[in-house]
Every structure is written in structure tokens, then in C-alpha cells.
């Protein structure tokens, strides 16, 4: 079946650092992509998607491109902020109605001042 | 953009009673609706899938009978935790895509069950 498979965590790193979490996935057919961010507490906010190959996400200074040759989804920013302390998660959708996001196990991402 | 309520945030309850979680989907409509429980520091675990006016599709070792899932309208799906135990305590979330091909799934706030 499809399946996400993330980098495992905890990242830790310093104000302005360079970020990436590695996500690839596998799928039988053409999913959407998704990069979801949880802080303490909280339920998930969408952090940014793609929807087709080569498609590239952003946000917030974050972004992530679907790769399909191969089959990733990493999530990159070029200079974190404390405030981007957090789990992140990547998630497939097998784009099928009725049928639940796939998620990977969530990379805890700390920054320091 | 769209919304899901999720209701309460917070319940403490006591060994052996029932407790009422809501998920409702505030500007659109949902025909399904998703229930996930989060264990601390892991990953969501899809509980169930909700469908309005059906009975609820429930994974591999989720006991029906424990979790009570009702979607008796489309902007609204409760999940009901029957004589609960400690075992039980958990981050529950559920979620609804509001368009039918999928491409974006919205997520209550969550509730954090504590049994005592």
C-alpha cells in the first residue's frame, strides 16, 4: 500500500541554519503531497502542498517539490527562526474520495537563539 | 479558508465514563470525516472514517464498541470514548477534505483526553 517515509528527528539547530527533512513516498498512483506543521498542543495546520510532479510548495519561507523520479518531498528553508520549533509532517493523499491522508512519523524540528 | 471546529480542547473524566468529542466543518460540507488518535511524540493513527449517514469504517484493532462514531449531518461527526480507562488518555484529532478529489485535508484544534 502507499506509504510516507520521513527522516527521523529530533533536528536541532541554531537561528538562521539552513533546514531540510527528507520525505520520499510510495504510492500506486498519482497522490497529492503534503508538508503539515504541528506546534505544542495544537491540532495540524497545512504547511504547504503539491499536487503533481514538479509542482513546488511554499510557504512561510518553506518549500518542498514533488519529485516523482524520485519519489520524494523534502522540506527545505534557508534560514529557520525559533519560532519554527515544531513537528512536521509529511503526508501523502492517494487523491481517492473517502479515503484518509497517509502520514509519515513527524520530524521534531528545535531552534535555538 | 475552510474550517474545522473541534470540541472540547481539554476533558478530564473519570475511569468507567463516557466522553463526547465533536468535529464539526464550519463553511463546508463533509461526507466523510476523519478521526486520528495521537500517541505522545508519534506519529497520527487513523482510527476511522466517518461517513454521513453510514456507519462508520473503523482500521485494524480500533474497537468499534469502545469508540462510538456518529455523522449524523454533513458538518458534523462525534467520536465517543465508552467506559474509559487510562489506557484511553490521548491527543485525538480528527479531520474532513473539503473538496472531493482530496487535495487538502483541514484539522481540528484537537482534544487532549486525560482519564483518571
Known amino acids: 500500500g502507499d506509504s510516507v517515509t520521513q527522516m527521523e528527528g529530533p533536528v536541532t539547530l541554531s537561528e538562521e541554519a539552513f533546514l531540510t527533512i527528507n520525505c520520499t513516498y510510495t504510492?500506486?498512483?498519482?497522490?497529492?503531497l503534503f508538508w503539515y506543521v504541528q506546534y505544542p498542543g495544537e491540532g495540524l495546520q497545512l504547511l504547504l502542498k503539491a499536487t503533481k510532479a514538479d509542482d513546488k510548495g511554499s510557504n512561510k519561507g518553506f518549500e518542498a517539490t514533488y519529485r516523482k523520479e524520485t519519489t520524494s518531498f523534502h522540506l527545505e528553508k534557508g534560514s529557520v527562526q525559533v519560532s519554527d520549533s515544531a513537528v512536521y509532517f509529511c503526508a501523502l493523499s492517494p487523491n481517492q474520495a473517502g479515503t484518509a491522508l497517509i502520514f509519515g512519523k513527524g520530524t521534531t524540528l528545535s531552534v535555538s537563539s | 479558508g475552510a474550517v474545522v471546529s473541534q470540541h472540547p480542547s481539554r476533558v478530564i473524566c473519570k475511569s468507567g465514563t463516557s466522553v463526547k468529542i465533536e468535529c464539526r466543518s464550519l463553511?463546508?460540507?463533509?461526507?466523510?470525516m476523519f478521526w486520528y488518535r495521537q500517541f505522545p511524540k508519534q506519529s497520527l493513527m487513523l482510527m476511522a472514517t466517518s461517513n454521513e449517514g453510514s456507519k462508520a469504517t473503523y482500521e485494524q484493532g480500533v474497537e468499534k464498541d469502545k469508540f462510538l462514531i456518529n455523522h449524523a449531518s454533513l458538518t458534523l461527526s462525534t467520536l465517543t470514548v465508552t467506559s474509559a480507562h487510562p489506557e484511553d488518555s490521548s491527543f485525538y484529532i480528527c479531520s474532513a477534505f473539503r473538496d472531493t478529489l482530496n487535495t487538502e485535508a483541514f484539522f481540528g484544534q484537537g482534544t487532549r483526553l486525560t482519564v483518571v
Open positions: 504510492a500506486t498512483g498519482y497522490p497529492s
Open positions: 463553511d463546508f460540507q463533509a461526507t466523510t
